[in-house]
């Protein structure tokens, strides 16, 4: 089992906390004046930005611009989960279930994976839920062509996210999202196909 081993230099906490001791001890002692100097010009001074060519780093600052995309798939990769497995349990054949079931557990690999990229660029975790409405009822046909155009539209949305973004982390996990969206639209094609 490992270990963390505490640093033997002290943090800006521990020179707070010292300051707070030296006050109570004797308020016109000035302890450590070359580390409050450089606090004071910390402080004064604003933190460089980085910009995309000097931080070429995966989920970088190039990268700061997408949270609100990030977060716009993962409300609809949500909703599809729960479609998904609201279909799965209306669905006429077993083989139309077995798909539902497969794409509704793609769908929330997806929502694991877009939390996963949302906490890499913003170090927040992103708690989203999403409650669906109670479903209309609709054809078995017609919730196919439904779902095919929601999962071709979310291929293009993710593509044009992929076209946008100058991150190349992002833009290859963007990628790797249309083309899965492609990849559903055409199982539930085929899916219709049979029904039809």
């Known amino acids: 089992m490992s270990k963390t081993v505490p640093s033997a230099l002290p943090t800006q906490e521990d020179y707070r906390r010292y300051d707070r001791i030296w006050q ?11 580390v409050r100097a450089a606090r004071r010009c910390a402080a004064d001074t604003p933190a460089p930005q980085p910009d995309a060519a000097s931080d070429p780093c995966c989920m970088g600052s190039a990268a700061q611009e997408e949270p609100g995309a990030i977060r716009g798939f993962l409300c609809d990769a949500l909703a599809d989960a729960q479609t998904y497995r609201h279909l799965a349990e209306c669905a006429p054949t077993p083989e139309g279930r077995r798909l539902m ?7 929330e690999a997806q929502v694991r994976t877009l939390r996963s990229v949302h906490f890499l660029i913003t170090g927040e975790t992103c708690a989203v839920t999403v409650v669906l409405p109670p479903q209309p009822r609709m054809l078995w046909c017609d919730r196919l062509r439904e779902r095919y155009h929601a999962e ?5 949305d993710c593509a044009r996210a992929a076209k946008a973004t100058e991150d190349l982390c ?8 249309s083309r899965d969206g ?5 199982l539930l094609r085929r899916l219709l196909e049979q029904a039809l």
């Open 24 to 34: 109570r001890v004797s308020r016109e002692l000035n302890p450590y004046p070359e």
């Open 170 to 177: 992002l833009r290859r996990i963007f990628e790797r999202l």
């Open 101 to 107: 079931r497969r794409l509704a557990a793609e769908r």
């Open 182 to 186: 492609y990849r559903r639209a055409e």
């Open 152 to 156: 071709a539209c979310g291929g293009f």
